[in-house]
């Protein structure tokens, strides 16, 4: 059995494999978007990559940190625009 | 403010295979014990198209040429920095790269630059909606955890990754409803009479038919709509007059590949046309700067390999194995020409977007507004397009492609950095400077 890390996002603790990214960790909460844009429009991953910043979230208070290329830590809090 | 240093004989950038290639043959050097290290901003090595084998060798989608060449990496000795992305060279040979933990410093003899390519996107109408994605782009999230299985995926867009992306997704148990290539059959038709010269690609294109059975594959194909209300629930496909709606959970939508010049860009190296400008041993413009793989122009996983070979020997004195290597590389080159011609974008593509579709993502910039603009620097001022954090990697592609704009340089910091990284930054700076 691959070990596994335990995460909240918004608020809600989310269970991954280890080695998954942060955005692993957002899809698996349930949450429909990432973020939202400078015209309030819903966000998620596009280049998965780490080119695109459509994945920011905060990380432990640090924000715009690009989830698809940060690897999920025991209890990070990762926090959504919603 | 501190941060850690180190100092190599030669740095890499970018662990796909052209770096992973160019760092175990500079390591092979007579000259023996030369510092290499590869940085790269993913969290392992394998860049795009070997994401997460290195962690996870077993997997039933992980190739024996990938793992192949991480066990020359580790048996040669090569240094990796993960999660580090270089943003600035504040001298020559020096250069800051920034991690989740703070910004660190790497000296260099020689640099190789193997940054590979980005997928390229074009506009169409809910292309921003959540759950639209990049091919490679839905490809590196399953790769890196996302789970897939049972859900129905459109892949769409154009070039050999479409094939790849898909038959990945299916053995991940995706429900792939639909490949559509936006090339004409034509084309796809002369590009399969044109691989005689490479049998291993046509094993290779056997091979993904025969785990593609079953899926649609149309060419002449494209989206011209993608439809949800706050997230994707449908795509809508043009082909001929005829245009109809496919229900899905993802679509994997990307137009082949553009290469990541910015960073050599910002080093000097010329890249006139969007490829960065090497010579006969992948030397830039810049001596003692090499460029291997995607950068110096898309041309796929054997030609990065045999050109990031041919860097690492080359930056290491070793001329005479180099030359070895040329005609392997002239002859993966033809292939690379011929997959170019093959997946050229057709002028229909220029009218998906609508006056209200957004172009540049970053600043929600619309398409209606774009087209009032004379140039790239004209947009930029009057629209902030290309201004946002990804700095029009994204929309950059598709104005050149839509309106035929250029952007004209890069300045640092080469990617948006935490404020601590442009301190680092500046005490470098002032430290020169007293």
Not at chain 1, 47 to 70: K, Y
Request: with cysteine; net charge positive; aromatic share 6%.
């Amino acid at each position: 059995m691959p070990e596994t890390i335990t995460l909240s996002v918004d608020g809600r603790s989310v269970t991954v494999p280890e080695g998954s990214v942060v955005s692993t960790a957002v899809f698996l909460s349930g949450a429909v978007a990432f973020r939202l844009s400078v015209t309030g429009q819903r966000r998620g991953p596009l280049c998965g990559m780490g080119i695109c910043f459509e994945c920011r979230v905060t990380i432990n208070g640090q924000q715009h940190a690009r989830s698809c290329q940060i690897l999920c830590r025991d209890s990070m809090d990762v926090r959504t625009d919603e | 403010m501190n941060s850690p240093r180190h100092n190599y004989d030669v740095l890499v950038i970018g662990g796909g295979p052209a770096g992973l290639a160019a760092a175990v043959c500079a390591r092979q050097s007579n000259m023996g014990g030369a510092r290499v290290v590869i940085v790269d901003d993913n969290p392992g090595l394998g860049g795009q198209i070997w994401r997460g084998e290195q962690r996870n060798p077993q997997a039933k989608t992980a190739t024996p040429e990938a793992a192949e060449w991480f066990k020359r990496a580790q048996e040669s000795q090569v240094e990796f920095i993960s999660g580090a992305r270089v943003y600035d060279q504040p001298e020559k040979g020096l250069v800051l790269a920034e991690t989740f933990d703070g910004a660190i410093e790497l000296r260099y003899q020689k640099l190789i630059l193997a940054t590979g390519a980005r997928e390229l996107f074009l506009p169409f109408p809910g292309w921003t909606l959540p759950n639209v994605m990049g091919a490679g782009g839905l490809q590196a999230l399953v790769k890196s955890g996302l789970p897939i299985e049972g859900k129905k995926v459109v892949v769409a867009g154009t070039g050999p990754l479409l094939l790849a992306v898909a038959a990945y997704l299916r053995k991940r148990g995706a429900d792939v409803a639909l490949i559509a290539e936006q090339a004409p059959l034509k084309s796809l038709l002369s590009f399969g009479l044109g691989l005689w010269r490479s049998p291993g690609k046509i094993i290779q294109a056997i091979k993904l038919k025969r785990e593609l059975a079953g899926v649609p594959h149309l060419s002449g194909c494209w989206p011209v709509a993608a439809n949800g209300d706050e997230q994707l629930r449908s795509v809508r496909l043009r082909r001929g007059r005829k245009t109809w709606d496919v229900q899905c959970d993802y679509l994997a939508c990307g137009f082949h590949l553009t290469p990541n010049v910015e960073l050599a860009v910002f080093f000097g190296c010329e890249a006139p046309d969007g490829v960065v400008l090497v010579d006969e041993v992948q030397q830039t413009t810049v001596p003692g700067v090499y460029c291997a793989g995607e950068s110096t122009g898309i041309g796929g996983l054997e030609l990065s390999l045999v050109e990031g070979r041919i860097a690492g020997l080359a930056a290491t004195g070793q001329l005479e194995k180099a030359r070895e290597l040329f005609a392997e590389r002239r002859k993966l080159q033809q292939f690379a020409d011929l997959l170019n011609r093959t997946f050229a974008l057709r002028e229909e593509l220029k009218r998906l977007p609508q006056p209200d579709t957004i172009v540049c993502r970053c600043e929600d910039v619309s398409f209606a507004r774009l087209e009032k603009q004379t140039a790239w620097r004209a947009a930029k001022l009057h629209t902030r397009c290309g201004m946002g954090p990804c700095q029009g990697r994204i929309c950059g592609a598709a104005i050149e492609f839509l309106f035929g704009w250029r952007p004209e340089s890069v300045r640092p910091p080469v990617f948006p950095v935490k404020v601590g990284s442009l301190i680092q930054d500046a005490t470098l700076i002032a430290g020169r400077e007293q």
